[in-house]
């Protein structure tokens, strides 16, 4: 079967949308324009993380259980990290301000995903020109 978006591809441009539509939803007021909102944000969310798992076992082969157990372990600690995350930002600041965390660890997610590429792409050129 022809893969027409690679693991790559799918992750950056659905980090992209959730990182624009975070931003939309700072700008959007009325309660059903935020829940379309959040069901979207959901949306272009739902298939980040099996992805992740998949494009990382494809990128570092024999290792599928040791990568997968610590992908998973991280989504636990972010679970409920994000929750605590959340819940002092609330107390502190305004709901705006959350909102803008959130958006601001979309980026950096966004960031690390484009620099593992990146680093992957330097990585495999110096062992090419070795050999």
Known sequence: MLKKVNYFTYLVWS??????????????SGTIFLFIVIMIIGLFMSGTFAIAITYANARIIGKTEKITSTMIASGGIGGALLPLLTGWSMDIFSTGITIWIFTGLQLILLILIVFTRKSNTEVRTNSEQIV
Do not use: E, Y
């Open 15 to 28: 980090n992209i949308a959730i990182l624009l539509t975070l931003i939309a939803f700072s700008f959007i």
